[in-house]
């Protein structure tokens, strides 16, 4: 039978996936209000943007890191009134709205309640929103609590997760800044504190502060947020630098803050670089959840790269240890079904061998129905229950062949 641990390792990860797609749903809306300049307060110390320069002298503000089809990265604008526009009277393009966006959020550091009035007075409903959080980014850069306020008072339920999320991608630049907006928000909005959580880890994991992204996570009370915050940050680490997420994780003192952290590092590292992770994960002594975490990294290697996955596992002796990620490899359609049953009658676990067995006789049997019938026959590596249950598959397909 699986281990009651990798059980509750597959729970926790599906409850950190959930909980992130029960955050990330609902409809993009219109903000409920049209923009009142005198709901926007003041921006406090905008010189802060650039220390030691007053913002007209500031150099070109680069816009930060979106996932908005309208914005760049790479592009970077000083607001200039002539040229808003001279874009604005042009026709849409991607290119032509990016700029409007980059040209807004620059504004929006220095004169945010312009920024959102420009952004206001579009037609274009799509545009109209991305404007508005090109120019949340631009207010979160410099006073990421007043344009969180905003966005609260301002945008629909609906669409104020991702109007949120904006003012922390302006604000991550500044960690100190992003953190403290990020502890207020979560206090004055309880209810939806884990989903405002991960976007404050997300934008500060982005923008390479890892430091402050794992301070928002050490000022959680609550057990389950701070595991859900734990498997985000590691995982967002991981994909960028999975190195030193993995140190970090390791060097963890409480077994079950180190168990949360390593299994957001396998996420994230299983997705850019699953080889790697394989071999970082045989290293660890073979206790905890190292088997399923090496079940994921086996599986996410097959996927991409079946030769080098299976001369690995071939070169290593069968482990206890080894069973969840061998089985999910076997698993894998990828692999041949010869293949797959050599390694699943090498699992060390009767139940979970009986389990991987039956499995990949199911997709044999859809493909080589006489192959998968013989080998049916003639094993013992499957207990009564799965025996019964891929008999009646083989019996079934007899009876469709004509």
Avoid at 117 to 135: D, F, G, I, T, Y
Avoid at 155 to 180: K, T
Avoid at 239 to 257: E, F, V, Y
Avoid at 266 to 280: K, Y
Wanted: glycine share 6%; charged share 20%.
């Amino acid at each position: 039978m699986k281990t009651e641990t990798a059980r509750l390792a597959r729970l926790a990860i599906a409850s950190v996936t959930f909980a992130l797609i029960g955050f990330c749903a609902g409809r993009m809306s219109l903000p409920r209000e049209p923009l009142n300049q005198a709901s926007v307060r003041p921006t406090p110390d905008v010189t802060a943007a650039v220390p030691g320069k007053p913002a007209e002298s500031n150099p070109e503000i680069e816009s930060p890191r979106s996932n908005s089809p309208f914005v760049s990265s790479t592009i970077a604008s000083r607001w200039d009134d002539s040229l808003w526009q001279e874009l604005i009277s042009q026709p849409g393009t991607v290119a032509r709205n990016q700029r409007l966006a980059a040209l807004l959020e620059s504004l929006a550091a220095t004169d945010p309640a312009r920024a959102l009035s420009l952004a206001q007075q579009e037609s274009n409903l799509k545009l109209r929103e991305e404007l508005v959080h090109a120019s949340l980014r631009g207010w979160g850069s410099t006073a990421a609590g007043d344009a969180a306020d905003w966005a609260f008072a301002h945008i629909d339920d609906s669409a104020r997760d991702s109007a949120i999320a904006a003012v922390f991608n302006g604000a991550a630049a500044r960690p100190e800044s992003a953190l403290q907006a990020a502890k207020k928000i979560c206090a004055d909005h309880p209810g939806e504190a884990t989903g405002y959580g991960n976007s404050a880890i997300d934008a500060l994991c982005d923008a390479g502060n890892f430091s402050t992204a794992l301070q928002l996570i050490a000022g959680s009370a609550d057990d389950v947020q701070r595991s859900i915050w734990s498997a985000e940050a590691y995982s967002r680490w991981a994909a960028l630098q999975p190195d030193q997420a993995a140190q970090a994780a390791i060097t963890l003192t409480d077994p079950t803050a180190r168990a949360e952290a390593l299994q957001g590092v396998v996420g994230g590292w299983a997705q850019t670089d699953p080889a790697a992770l394989t071999h970082f994960l045989a290293e660890l002594p073979a206790e905890g959840d190292r088997g399923s975490m090496m079940g994921q990294a086996l599986q996410s290697w097959v996927r991409r790269d079946p030769k080098a996955a299976v001369a690995w596992i071939n070169d290593h002796e069968a482990s206890p240890d080894y069973d969840e990620g061998i089985a999910a490899v076997a698993s894998v359609n990828v692999v041949k079904p010869n293949q797959a049953l050599t390694w699943a009658e090498a699992i060390s676990d009767p139940r979970l061998r009986s389990e991987t067995v039956a499995e990949v006789l199911h997709g044999w049997a859809l493909e080589d129905l006489a192959a998968a019938k013989q080998y049916f026959a003639n094993t013992t590596n499957l207990l009564p229950e799965d025996r019964q249950r891929i008999g009646e598959i083989i019996a079934t397909s007899e009876s469709a062949t004509p």
